[in-house]
């Protein structure tokens, strides 16, 4: 079985990791990831969401943290605020700063973010093809209000520097509409049995690489099941500040809303939180089968679970 799972930075990488538990060893995943968080930094290309991924599933992950090095010293980071230079609101730890040298080097040397992922994967082992969405630059943006006046500040301002404290007018992903998948994206989609949309975020990662000019036409015509979890349980998210984002591109803080804005031309299978239950019957009315199954992935097995019951309801879906 071949399967194709879009991913952001956490939500995506612990689902992969339960995913990984839940198939036969050697089943063909491959994993698009989103790109548009990336942020250059102290003239080094950070990539948070392929990162993580590569992280959580090569075992190098700060596991309570859920993003970066495990194990992990700042060092270069307080070398660097003592010459007074920032941002001193972006954790990068000296293990960290390795991989984006690598990246930065190579990338200069003149591949493609695809190849440089790939190598860097080679360390790290992560049991799955890694790609970018796109080896195009892509950047997420969130335009803000602050002091009566309107500006965009990059994703990563936004959500880590502002904590999504102010409203999120609008959500560009800068460059989306000029990008190309990257090598092997949209031939995975076209090979796939079936495609998840793991719990990431639905605006900020999901909605990113499916803003990738192609890669939403060739999930919609793949013919294959296309099945997606929940970020958002009992109306909130689990983790982070979705909401936030959701009411900018004004979706309602809720299991049912966030099926409905992907929409049944994209999603066969939804899965809703046993605390949603309720919003079952409105999922299945926009043509989307639904299911309410508990989506806390609160330990490896709990995530695996949440993995069967994906493929189980593709499966359903297929018949
Ligand atoms: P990010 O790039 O690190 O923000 O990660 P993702 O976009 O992949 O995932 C973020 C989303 O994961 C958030 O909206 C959370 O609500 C969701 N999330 C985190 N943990 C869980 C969980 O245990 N269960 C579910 N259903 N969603 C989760
Ligand atoms: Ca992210």
């Not at 990338?107 to 049991?127: D, F, K």
């Not at 409203?167 to 796939?192: M, T």
């Not at 031309?265 to 299911?291: N, P």
Request: charged letters at 20%; proline letters at 6%; glycine letters at 10%.
């Amino acid at each position: 079985m071949r399967i194709v799972v879009l991913a952001g930075g956490i939500g995506g990488a612990r689902f992969l990791r339960g995913l990984q538990q839940a198939v036969p060893e050697g089943t063909d995943i491959t994993v698009i990831g989103n790109t548009g968080d990336d942020i250059h930094l102290f003239g080094l290309k950070v990539c948070p969401d392929l990162d993580t991924v590569m992280y959580t599933l090569g075992g190098g992950i700060n596991e309570e943290q859920g993003w970066g090095r495990s194990e992990e010293s700042f060092r270069v980071k307080e070398e660097l605020a003592a010459y007074g230079v920032g941002p001193e609101w972006f954790g990068l730890g000296d293990r960290d700063f390795a991989t984006h040298i690598v990246r930065t080097q190579m990338l200069a040397a003149g591949y493609p973010l695809s190849a440089v992922t790939e190598a860097l994967c080679e360390r790290w082992q992560p049991g799955v093809r890694l790609l970018p969405m796109s080896d195009d630059r892509v950047e997420t943006h969130v335009a803000v209000e602050t002091d009566g006046e309107r500006k965009a500040v990059h994703f990563q301002e936004y959500w880590v520097r502002l904590r999504a404290s102010v409203p999120a007018l609008a959500v560009v992903p800068v460059g989306a509409e000029q990008a190309k998948p990257a090598p092997g994206v949209l031939e995975a989609i076209a090979r796939a049995d079936v495609i998840l949309f793991p719990p990431s975020n639905p605006v900020v990662s999901i909605g990113t690489i499916l803003a990738v000019p192609g890669i939403r036409e060739a999930i919609a015509d793949a013919g294959v099941p296309v099945v997606g979890l929940s970020p958002i349980i009992g109306d909130a998210p689990v983790r982070g500040m979705a909401d936030k984002v959701l009411a900018a591109v004004g979706v309602e803080s809720n299991a049912a809303a966030v099926a409905e804005h992907y929409g049944a031309g994209l999603l066969d299978g939804w899965l809703v939180d046993t605390v949603d239950e309720a919003a079952v019957a409105r999922v299945e009315a926009e043509g989307i089968r639904c299911r309410a199954v508990p989506l806390l992935m609160t330990d490896l097995d709990a995530s695996a679970r949440m993995a069967r019951a994906a493929l189980e309801l593709a499966e359903e879906v297929r018949a």
